[in-house]
């Protein structure tokens, strides 16, 4: 079957590793199930594992890909979450010690075919289109639990998004809206800023800006560059959950003197449970939010897609089809 996937590391040149080719079908263990995959959406997970982030060597070759949607082997339509636990773990999904996000220890997305355990098979419903349901399980469904679990927020609260162009920022904001959220959204980027507003912010603000008011929660995805702004922009007790650091991990400042005396909570998100999809499509069906859709590309011109993530040059999900 055709694949997208990496059988080397390069953390210079990632998209030098990448490979489209063919590669084994899978075989469905007991109690997985084979996936169809007609739809499938890039993250900037399949960039870190380019580098050699978050993916072994002696895992190679890998297929690259977390999030899919297509069909079952009964042919209904589903969506898959990305997250796979070790069988005998019981509690929260997301903090089995042994789980892994597909892409990682079993092979990802970005194929014809993709094997999961049947627990992870989520029903897609009609209103949602393929390309649709491939942008949830890992972006949105992030998002989703940073928003509603992790950060506690309902209707009426007010949040700020950082680097309102990623895919996890542009899912904040369209389910901060479609939750009743006052939304305030930050970018460098001016056309990002007026998509931002586009696409529900009710205001939007350059990188580091003062805010006129105080946030009751920062969702934060980009790290050091916007760490100290979240800060500052919060009310006192407020939340900053934080999901990810595209600038970078290592703090300039981490404002501890802000954050014990304004009593801040830090909140760490990872991804979402398979309960968390099932409530997420739910919340998509009912409302009528929809994942903003960069662009879509065949599986064959996977490259393109990785080098617009690289270069920064994208506003929403980047979707490959079969
Ligand atoms: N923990 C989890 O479960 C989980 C799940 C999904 C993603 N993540 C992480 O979340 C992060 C975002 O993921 P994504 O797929 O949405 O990635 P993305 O498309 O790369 O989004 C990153 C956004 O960050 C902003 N940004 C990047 N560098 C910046 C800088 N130097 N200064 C200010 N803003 C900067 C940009 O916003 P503007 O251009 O608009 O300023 C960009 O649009 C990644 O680090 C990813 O690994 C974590």
Not at 148 to 155: N, V
Request: charged letters at 25%; glycine letters at 10%; hydrophobic letters at 45%.
């Amino acid at each position: 079957m055709l694949a997208v996937y990496a059988d080397q590391f390069s953390t210079e040149d990632p998209l030098s590793v990448l490979k489209v080719a063919d590669r084994p079908d899978p075989v469905a263990p007991e109690g997985w199930r084979t996936i169809t995959v007609k739809a499938a959406s890039l993250n900037h997970h399949d960039l870190w594992s380019l580098k050699g982030v978050g993916l072994r060597e002696d895992a190679l070759p890998m297929i690259l890909g977390c999030d899919a949607a297509g069909i079952d082997e009964d042919g209904q339509e589903v969506l898959v979450h990305a997250v796979v636990n070790d069988p005998s773990w019981t509690g929260d999904d997301t903090l089995d010690p042994r789980r892994s996000i597909l892409s990682e220890r079993h092979q990802g997305t970005f194929a014809d075919k993709v094997v999961v355990p049947a627990r992870n098979v989520v029903a897609k419903p009609a209103s949602l289109s393929f390309e649709e349901a491939a942008c949830l399980p890992t972006a949105w469904l992030t998002a989703y639990r940073m928003l509603f679990t992790r950060g506690g927020l309902k209707a009426g609260d007010t949040v700020l998004v950082q680097g309102a162009g990623g895919g996890v920022a542009t899912a904040l904001i369209t389910l901060a809206r479609a939750g009743g959220l006052r939304v305030l959204a930050t970018s460098r980027d001016e056309a990002k800023r007026a998509k931002a507003l586009e696409l529900g912010a009710h205001e939007v603000f350059e990188s580091g800006a003062r805010l006129p008011v105080k946030v009751d929660a920062v969702m934060e995805t980009v790290g050091r560059a916007t760490w100290g702004h979240s800060v500052r922009a919060l009310r006192p007790g407020g939340t900053i959950v934080v999901s990810g650091t595209t600038s970078g991990p290592n703090l300039d400042d981490a404002e501890l003197t802000r954050i014990f005396f304004l009593q801040l909570r830090v909140v760490g998100s990872t991804m979402g449970t398979r309960d968390e999809l099932a409530a997420l499509v739910r919340m998509l069906d009912a409302t009528g939010a929809r994942p903003l859709v960069d662009r879509v590309l065949p599986m064959t011109e996977a490259r393109a897609g990785f080098a617009a993530m690289a270069g920064g040059d994208v506003f929403g999900k980047i979707v490959f089809t079969r």
